[in-house]
Nanobody, 126 residues
Framework: QVQLVESGGGSVQPGGSLRLSCAASGYIHNTYCMAWFRQAPGKEREGVAGIYTGSGSPYYTGFVKGRFTISYDNAKNMLYLQMNSLEPEDTAMYYC???????????????????WGQGTLVTVSA
């Protein structure tokens, strides 16, 4: 069983930055896809980015546009999402997810993942 706990959310002005963290506990082998999702008020959950725990290869959805960077620290079992140039449209609850079998494109695009965190809220407003 894998448990995920997100942190790092908060309020920030447009153009600002935040770094989200996700602490993973349990057995995470080197072929996991670790991913970030978000759900804005009144909208469906959408994938943001994913990364393989072994290779570190990332996968990003199009709207990231180079503003977000996903990373994973194997030694600490920590997943990160560095978010720069934040926009009001980035306001959402951000969730961490982990899947031992599915590829990152499948996880991020379909939203299917075995494990989920509880989320951390990001608010971008002036």
């Amino acid at each position: 069983q894998v448990q995920l706990v997100e942190s790092g959310g908060g309020s920030v002005q447009p153009g600002g930055s935040l770094r989200l963290s996700c602490a993973a506990s349990g057995y995470i082998h080197n072929t996991y896809c670790m991913a970030w999702f978000r759900q804005a008020p009144g909208k469906e959950r959408e994938g943001v980015a994913g990364i393989y725990t072994g290779s570190g290869s990332p996968y990003y959805t199009g709207f990231v546009k180079g503003r977000f960077t996903i990373s994973y620290d194997n030694a600490k079992n920590m997943l990160y999402l560095q978010m720069n140039s934040l926009e009001p449209e980035d306001t959402a609850m951000y969730y961490c997810a982990a899947d031992p079998n599915r590829s990152c494109p499948i996880v991020v695009v379909t939203g299917h993942s075995d494990y989920w965190g509880q989320g951390t809220l990001v608010t971008v407003s002036a």
